[in-house]
Every structure is written in C-alpha cells, then in structure tokens.
C-alpha cells in the first residue's frame, strides 16, 4: 500500500501551459506539503495544509496555487509555466502530533520546454 | 530562522570504509533533528531522528548524536555498502516546518 502517492510521475509541457499535479496520502496525517527541488537537489519547502487549512506560504509566484479538497489530498496547479519551473515537486505528509516526520512521495519530474 | 550546514559533497568511499557526513545547525531553542536519505528516482526517507540534546538516533547502521554544545548531528556508519549510494539530507524542525540542508551526495564503489 503506498503512504503518499503522486500523479503524473513524469510531466513535460511548454512554457506557458497550464498543469495539475495531484498528491494523496493514506497515512491519516493531519499535514500536507509540496516542496521544490532543483537540479542540484536543494530541497525547498513551497506550501503546507492543516486539515486544509494553508499554514506555510513560503516566497512563491502565485502562478502555484495549492489546493487541499480534504485532509487526505493536496494538488498544485502551476498557471502560465515558465522555464524555471522545471524541477522534481514532491509532496509529504506528517502528523503534527508525531513530532514532524515527514512521509515523502515519489516525486513529479516536471520538464517545460 | 533556523538553517543547517552540511559538508558539500561528493564523497566517494570504497566499500566498507567508515562514513562521516558533518552537519551543524543554529537555531533558537530546541529543534527535532533529522537525517532523511534520497536513493536515485525516489522521494526522501527518514533515516533517522533526535528530538533531545544527547539523543542518539540510529537505524540501519546508521547513527548520530544531537551535540547541543557543538550544534552538530555527524551522520555515521562503520561500513558502508555500495547500496548507500544515495543523497542524504541533514534537518530540523523550524517552527511548524522542517528545514533541510542542501543535501550531500555519497557514492560507493566495490
């Protein structure tokens, strides 16, 4: 059974398009997360969900927008894509509770053109 | 905020070689200290964790010790397998979110 599951694995757009990525976590956790990595593997955190609640909006273009229907699902939409953008995205989930262990997904490898 | 500092890598080790991957921290009060690790194409795990100063976590071989008089947490392993090929990424807690290091990559060859 996966714990933190993300679709698409792959994704390869051009500049401009709009696209959806879209997270879902089995673990209960009460906390999402969607973080940046880059070609050098620096980790950045972009956003986090407390039951649904937006609690972390760290320096991001507002082209990204995340989006939690419920406590179980966090999807990031990235409007108007620009080179730069070109990353892995991962998502991660924990239970506050639980002392911040972070439960990472497989990761997004999204290319723009 | 509280950041971390990790030794910049490489770092290529024959097999069975000891590891040792520095990582120091500031930070205001006591942060959770972790050790996730990255294997090729996959997300993070956590290795393993620390939540008090003296605290030792270890997992899989792997250990390090919160040493709040050095502010460090050294990842280290007695002998390392070609199968620790991986990233491995130093953190701690900052408030509501955790906040990584920029990750050290470790190769071993047979």
């Known amino acids: 059974d996966t714990a933190v599951s993300q679709t698409p694995k792959y994704l390869v757009t051009q500049m401009g398009n709009d696209k959806s990525i879209k997270c879902e976590q089995n673990?209960?956790?009460?906390?999402m997360y969607w973080y940046k990595q880059d070609s050098k593997k620096f980790l950045k955190i972009m956003f986090s969900y407390n039951n649904k609640e937006l609690i972390i909006n760290e320096t991001v273009p507002n082209r990204f927008s995340p989006k939690s229907p419920d406590k179980a699902h966090l999807n990031l939409h990235i409007n108007s894509l620009e080179l730069g953008d070109s990353a892995v995205y991962f998502c991660?989930?924990?239970?506050?509770?639980?002392?911040?262990?972070?439960?990472f997904g497989p990761g997004t490898r999204l290319t723009v053109t | 905020g509280n950041s971390v500092t990790q030794m910049e890598g490489p770092v290529t080790l024959s097999e069975e070689a000891f590891l040792t991957i520095n990582c120091t921290y500031t930070?205001?009060?006591?942060?959770?200290l972790f050790w996730y690790v990255q294997y090729p194409g996959e997300g993070l795990q956590l290795l393993l964790k620390a939540t008090k100063a003296d605290d030792k976590g270890s997992n899989k071989g792997f250990e390090a010790t919160y040493r709040k008089e050095t502010t460090s947490f050294h990842l280290e392993k007695g002998s390392v397998q070609v199968s620790d090929s991986a990233v491995y990424f130093c953190?701690?807690?900052?408030?509501?979110?955790?906040?990584f290091g920029a990750g050290t990559i470790l190769r071993v060859k047979s």
């Open positions: 673990l209960g956790h009460d906390t």
């Open positions: 930070a205001t009060g006591y942060p959770s």
């Open positions: 991660a989930s924990s239970q506050v509770s639980g002392g911040f262990e972070q439960y």
């Open positions: 953190a701690l807690t900052d408030g509501n979110k955790l906040v």
